[in-house]
């Protein structure tokens, strides 16, 4: 089967298409024919080998690449009891660990069945592709951490990328007054899926506003805790889940004297949550925003434009197309 990998850390160049065995799924796992995958952020970050923490614990050799996925189910796995072949599936490919050789840049990945879920009805794979990653952090961040509540005053900085999509439509579920902060050239794409307010970054600083927020999803990390915090509420969170790397460590050693206001997290592929995400997804409150589709052989374009950070929603790789698009 083909698959993207890469053996040197660098530039999107180090990324390739190989010929690399198909896979044969474990007891538990899932053979997924993929039929679209989802860049994030996160694969530019192990290509790049930085921080050096992913040079260390990804090693040389060779490395594949990926983690959202949609596809068909092939085969399964003799303690599978969630799906069949022939089901329609979203979700990530994961192994126990980063050193894991998989990925969702291929024709088939093997992955465990508690990262799947049964695929919405109403969209494509390509839009399916692009939740489980993006959506789940939306979702975990503003239900789990932000705990986001009718009439909560909800801000998200970075308001037109993968996640700042999804949440603009979460928080609205949820019954939130929400702002999205973006650029001035995204401004008409966040009002239009349903933010209350904009904030165009290029005119106005929100940090230096009047409005206070209950609830602050700060996907872009680009002003100082202290600036943020004056615009919380007294009971106001701020949920951070993107931003630079290398600031991650000092947030990370200053939030446990926050006294709970500043939240860090990673969000996990957890099936009920995956199944919250196709729920809120076919009864039309959610609609996945693709910016741009590629195609396996395309890899190195779409990470390098993700690396820009300039995409309106998500980018997708196109797999298995001949196949059929729904």
Not at 38 to 43: G, L
Not at 56 to 65: A, C, E, I, R, Y
Request: net charge positive; with cysteine; proline share 5%.
């Amino acid at each position: 089967m083909k698959a993207i990998v890469y053996r040197d850390f660098g530039a999107p160049d180090v990324v390739h298409v190989e010929d690399i065995d198909k896979p044969t799924p474990a007891d538990n796992e899932v053979l997924v024919a993929v039929r679209a995958a989802a860049v994030n952020m996160f694969d530019w970050y192990m290509v790049r080998g930085k921080p050096a923490f992913f040079r260390l614990v990804l090693g040389s050799g060779k490395k594949p690449l990926g983690v959202d996925l949609a596809g068909k189910v092939e085969a399964v796995g003799r303690s599978v009891t969630r799906f069949k072949p022939g089901d329609h599936v979203f979700g990530t490919a994961r192994g126990k660990s980063i050193r894991a050789k998989r990925g969702s840049f291929a024709e088939y990945v093997s992955t465990s069945e508690q990262t799947l879920a049964v695929k919405p009805r109403n969209v494509s794979f390509e839009q399916a592709a692009a939740v489980p990653v993006a959506g789940l952090t939306a979702l975990q961040a503003l239900r789990d951490h932000g705990r986001v509540q009718r009439g909560h005053k909800v801000l998200i900085n970075g308001a037109s990328g993968g996640v700042g999509t999804f949440a603009i439509q979460i928080a609205k579920a949820f019954g939130a007054d929400v702002t999205g902060v973006c650029s001035t050239r995204n401004v008409d794409i966040v009002r239009g899926i349903g933010a209350d307010h904009v904030i165009d970054y290029t005119r106005e600083n929100f940090t230096a506003g009047v409005t206070r927020y209950d609830v602050i999803l700060d996907i872009v990390g680009n002003h100082p805790w202290s600036a943020v915090r004056r615009v919380l509420t007294d009971s106001g969170k701020c949920v951070i889940v993107g931003g630079p790397p290398a600031r991650a460590i000092p947030l990370m050693l200053l939030a446990p004297f926050t006294r709970g206001k500043l939240v860090l997290f990673i969000a996990r592929a957890k099936p009920d949550d995956l199944g919250v995400m196709r729920e809120l997804i076919e009864r039309g409150t959610i609609t996945p925003v693709i910016d741009r589709s590629y195609n396996l052989e395309e890899t190195p374009h779409a990470l390098r434009y993700v690396a820009a950070g300039h995409t309106r929603g998500k980018v997708v790789i196109a797999i298995n197309a001949a196949e059929g698009a729904v």
